[in-house]
């Protein structure tokens, strides 16, 4: 027998033979342990769909930093690398602007140097600062053996004593 507390209407009048409701009760949720069992999974499986997307996204992005990262390293040792070549560049043309003026002052030296060292230069010079002169054919002296050997002698001797063989020499001319 059904009270009036199941129909859910107290202040209306039972009649036993017509219906107090003409449309179908919700059923008080009575949940099985089936369907309790289908709807944990059912949650269970949109949370993994859930964390594995944000997992998925997460690596996404680490993905794109570590290549943002490797970008930006690749570029700025590009960066690096063209400025020391710059570098090298302005310091070989210094190099190459020194080697210029070494070899234009190694040549005017190498000039000077010749003119000072010709035989030319070397005879004027002697006979303009120290007087000497070019011997002729006649003023030459050719010595004997005997002579040869004495100047041999004496000039394993000290120099006051060459000087006096010379001195005696010229005196005897």
Known sequence: ????????????????????????????????????????????????????????????????????????VAASFIAWRSAKIAEMSFYNTGLRRQIGEYKKESSIVYDQLSSKTSLQAIEERA???????????????HLEESNRTLGALSALGSANDNSEIIEQWVLGR
């Open 1 to 72: 027998m059904k009270s009036r507390y199941d129909e859910g209407n107290l202040a209306r009048q039972l009649h036993r033979h017509t219906p107090a409701i003409n449309y179908p009760m919700p059923d008080i949720e009575r949940v099985d342990k089936k369907t309790k069992t289908q709807r944990d999974q059912h949650n269970e499986a949109v949370l993994n769909d859930y964390y594995s997307a944000g997992k998925m996204r997460a690596k996404l992005l680490r993905r794109l930093f570590s290549v943002f990262l490797i970008v930006l």
């Open 127 to 141: 006979s303009a600062t120290l007087g000497m002169q070019k011997a002729s054919s006649d003023a030459m002296v």
